[in-house]
């Protein structure tokens, strides 16, 4: 009952929504109001668009409705249907007026259906004579429609995320809003999502674009790039790719994501928006958001335009981690042998992050060039404090039988220790973006671009103290589902649990400071061709040139107590009582500042500092790396009735050179040097069996480079995480050999099923395999990366989206999205004969949706399940059992809005609804290593549009 509650308070909640929807309180229907309009002669579908955003509505059309037609000139001021009456003339094609302002083009010899009203986007039916068909509609349920229609127009498959859709959803960053969409999964850091899965494959392998342009990622030990450094109110709309054209970047085994700003060339007038919300977590945490955005054309003719975006956001929350590792089969009281973990770590975590973001774009649209100018910003800080307790345990004996100890814990003996770890992390990317478009004449026309990108993650303050190891006995350990942890325990706490009973043994000072750089430049030249059956020729032909720098700096000392010193690790914790969720006892958590005035205060306590060598914080992590890849590419696209077939190849090479400190200190750089190059052939082929039914299909061959981590670093060790890494320098980038079907039927403009099949044959796969090695009577997990091992991903995705305008009443504002994703992988590789899923690939990837939109109200119930998948480096060579399994998890979310008037919406958000934890596991369910619960969070906020 604890999930079904939440769902009926939502559905409950979405039926009160239906109630305050009452159509007399509507402002009055868009169609009706009389607009200043500035829309040039150009291709008709491009001028319906503009229509569309100059009016703040949508239109949402098939492109063959459209296509080869040309608009009229459009100045003045006029209504939204007179405006279209304009645009459409001497086109064959008709606008028509429907009750509630819906607008209706007309055409064929088709009887009309379905009209959706400008306020809730319902449907009506219409009496259209037999031979007219309706083809474009406009409604408040905007930024689906557009979606739906952009899907529908692609000649592969794609899904795309429009910026009015997922302002309806409680997500701030690209990953939390993409996790929605079909065969997409989310890879979350501390309850926030970061990074995206596409179809099974792992978020290092998938391409991310910018406007375009490759997204460079600072993180020294993977290509992944951090989502949530591009905010979306920064966003127009975000266009998956999934399957790859020869015009893409080859690197995107799954797919590629493409993140689209505002394009100032198109903006036609002035448009303005500011919101603000205010939230609070539940782990006493809180959330304030802001941000705002203005738009305009100016010039003599209005031939240039503007946008200037800026965003902040302020979350304060404490996450909870208990991790118990090293699962082993120990005596049972009862005889025979049960699982047990040998440690146990509780980390009670505080964070404070701050993010702000910044885009201005400078942009001209002429009779035959546009151009655009781009500069952003963004920055996201990151301080946190973790309090750590460590929890060696063995069962405890009498007489060499164990106590009192079964499936469930018992009594244990063994030693606890403590650290703190206080970090500030900084994630930045910014950059300048000049792109041209031109029209050559003669069905020539040029695309060329340019950017300098910087990505930037820095770790500037670390301070770790690690305190000595109390000894204990008798104390119970409970094992369960969703635990395994001392405790519980009612009144004082054990002596080994209380701060002060140990005493402090090093504390050190570090930091880590990854950087990339990356310039990209592209040129692509088309030549449209027509001939006299109909039949349409477009070649295309360009070049993208990438030239990446990355490098990783890194800092650490040491100091450690003298002998005969004692520093007590008591006085570094706060006055705050013990912190228990969930049975779990956390410990009590500090501050940076207080720590530091005690090292400084105890500075004769501790001896002479020490550099030392040790992976992440040191500089056997030191590199620099640069990467040119060259790319050339052909294609052709041919269109002849309802078949669109495009067929090419790209030509990628990859050269790449670093340096890095030799294995030993003070040994010297070494320098290695590698190319690479791949012919990457596609073909795609899409075919309207009806207007309405689509079928694509289509094979493709992609790449990706390796991580950085599994190349460029040292062999090194850790002796404070206990953890040893081994790279290797000699990795080859992955290859995938792609096929690809699917059959959508669109049958109304919020309405839509699909079904699609994909199949992956990866070769090259790297492999990180974890395990167990004893180094001066020390247990040390030790990663290693293979080479050698192939892979295959298959799988299909279904999607539905209905909007129940045909029922009547208040009803009829109800709606549905549903998507479903069966995705099954095999790991060849010779240690695993088991041959094990891919790492980081969840089996079932589900999500649903109930929306109501009707009048002022708004509001979406969304639930999102995720299954189980290894974790990334949890495969062991020593099979399943010992295997680290991210278990399957499911989140419910609402959201909801009201408007208040013309321009201002009171909105509300309610995420993670039934606190939803965060579980991995060894080998077996009841084999728990990681529990991470986040709370919920919920708040308020105003959104203002002009």
Not at 262 to 267: L, V
Request: glycine share 10%; aromatic share 10%.
């Amino acid at each position: 009952m604890s999930v079904l509650r939440p769902i009926l308070l939502g559905a409950s909640i979405l039926t009160l929504c239906g109630t305050l929807a009452d159509p007399a309180q509507a402002r009055p229907a868009v169609a009706q109001q009389t607009i200043e309009f500035n829309i040039p002669a150009q291709d008709l579908g491009a001028a319906l668009n503009e229509l569309g955003r100059q009016a703040a509505i949508t239109i949402a059309f098939p492109a063959e409705a459209v296509a080869g037609r040309r608009s009229a000139p459009l100045r003045g001021r006029f209504t939204a249907a007179d405006a279209a009456r304009q645009l459409v003339a001497g086109t064959g094609l008709r606008v028509t007026e429907r009750g509630g302002g819906a607008l209706v083009l007309l055409r064929g010899m088709v009887q009309a259906r379905t009209a959706a009203t400008a306020q809730g986007a319902t449907a009506q039916s219409a009496d259209v004579p037999d031979e007219e068909r309706e083809v474009v509609v406009t409604g408040a349920l905007s930024g689906v429609a557009t979606s739906i229609a952009r899907q529908k127009a692609a000649t592969t498959v794609k899904n795309v995320v429009s910026s009015d859709d997922f302002a309806k959803l409680p997500d701030f960053n690209a990953a939390e809003s993409l996790r929605r969409l079909p065969g997409i999964s989310m890879v979350e850091d501390h309850g926030e999502g970061r990074f995206i899965s596409i179809r099974g494959a792992r978020p290092n392998y998938n391409g991310t674009m910018f406007n375009g342009f490759t997204v460079p990622t600072a993180d020294s030990e993977s290509h992944r790039v951090d989502l949530q450094t591009i905010p979306n109110t920064l966003i127009e709309r975000i266009e998956v790719n999934k399957t790859m054209t020869p015009d893409l970047p080859g690197e995107g085994i799954g797919g590629s994501v493409n993140i689209v700003a505002r394009n100032p060339a198109e903006i036609r007038k002035l448009t303005a928006g500011a919101s603000l919300y205010g939230g609070v977590q539940q782990y006493h945490g809180s959330e304030f958001r802001a941000d705002g955005y203005i738009a305009d054309r100016f010039g003599p003719d209005g031939q240039f335009g503007f946008s200037l975006t800026g965003s902040f956001r302020q979350n304060e929350r404490r996450a909870y981690i208990s991790e118990p590792e090293d699962w082993q089969q120990v005596p049972s009281s009862n005889g025979g042998e049960v699982w047990a973990p040998s440690e146990v770590t509780q980390t009670a975590g505080e964070f404070k992050q701050r993010s702000i973001g910044v885009d201005a774009a400078f942009g001209g649209s002429f009779d035959h060039l546009r151009f655009q100018i781009r500069g952003f910003y963004s920055l996201s800080n990151l301080p946190g404090t973790e309090n750590l307790i460590t929890e060696s345990v063995e069962p405890a004996e009498t007489g060499g039988v164990p106590t009192d100890f079964g499936t469930d814990g018992g009594l244990v003996d063994g030693s606890i220790s403590r650290s703190l770890s206080y970090k500030e992390w900084n994630l930045a990317l910014y950059g300048v973006q000049t792109t041209m478009d031109a029209d050559l004449g003669g069905g020539w026309s040029l695309d060329l671009g340019h950017s300098f990108q910087q990505a930037r993650e820095h770790y500037p303050h670390r301070l770790d103290i690690r305190s000595r190891a109390a000894d204990f006995s008798d104390l119970p350990l409970q094992i369960a589902s969703d635990r395994a942890s001392l405790g519980p325990f009612s009144g004082t706490l054990p002596g080994a649990l209380q701060p002060g009973s140990v005493g402090v043994t090093f504390f050190q000072r570090g930091g880590r400071f990854d950087d990339q750089s990356e310039q990209t430049v592209y040129a692509n030249l088309r030549k449209q061709l027509e001939f006299g059956n109909g039949d349409k020729l477009e070649l295309k032909a360009g070049t993208y040139l990438r030239f990446i720098d990355q490098g990783s700096d890194n800092v650490a000392t040491r100091w450690t107590v003298l002998a005969g010193q004692t520093v007590s690790f008591g006085e570094f914790m706060t006055d705050n009582p013990a912190l228990a969720r969930d049975g779990i006892y956390f410990g009590s958590l500090s501050s940076f500042g207080r720590a530091h005035s005690l090292l400084d205060d105890n500075a004769g306590k501790f001896g002479p500092a020490q550099v030392f060598y040790t992976r992440g914080v040191d500089v056997a992590a030191d590199f620099t790396a640069d990467v040119t890849i060259q790319a050339y590419y052909g294609m052709a696209t041919w269109r002849h009735g309802p078949f669109t077939v495009i067929g090419g190849g790209r030509f990628e090479t990859a050269k790449t050179s670093f340096e890095r400190p030799g294995e030993d200190a003070g040994a010297g750089l070494q320098r290695f040097e590698g190319s690479s190059s791949h012919f990457l052939p596609s073909i795609h082929l899409r075919y309207d069996i009806t207007p309405e039914l689509v079928a694509r299909a289509s094979w493709s061959n992609t790449t990706a480079r390796p991580d950085p981590e599994n190349v460029y670093a040292n062999e090194s060790r850790d002796d404070v995480a206990r953890t040893i890494t081994r790279p290797n320098p000699g990795l080859e980038p992955l290859t995938s050999e792609n096929f690809d079907a699917s059959l959508d039927w669109y049958f109304g403009p919020l309405s839509y099923v699909s079904v699609g099949a994909f199949k992956k044959n990866i070769d090259n796969y790297p492999l990180v395999t974890q395990s167990r090695v004893t180094i001066d009577g020390e247990l040390y997990d030790q990663f290693t990366t293979q080479a050698g091992a192939s892979g295959r991903i298959e799988g299909f995705e279904a999607a539905f989206r209905h909007q129940f305008d045909s029922l009547p009443g208040l009803l009829g504002g109800f709606g549905v999205e549903l998507n479903y994703a069966h995705i099954e992988s095999t790991l060849i590789f010779a240690p695993r004969p088991d041959r094990p899923p891919l790492a980081e690939q969840p089996e079932d990837i589900f999500n649903a949706g109930l929306v109501y939109a009707r009048g002022p109200v708004f509001a979406r119930l969304s639930l999102s399940h995720t299954g189980d998948s290894i974790d990334d480096g949890g495969m062991s060579d020593d099979g399943p059992d010992y295997d680290e399994i991210i278990d399957d998890r499911t989140t419910l979310d609402l959201s909801a809005s009201y408007n208040l008037s013309e321009r201002l919406q009171l909105f509300a958000e309610w995420r993670n609804i039934t606190n939803s934890t965060a579980i991995t596991y060894s080998g077996e369910r009841n084999r728990l290593i990681s529990w991470e619960s986040f709370g919920t969070t919920a708040g308020l906020g105003l959104r203002l549009r002009y």
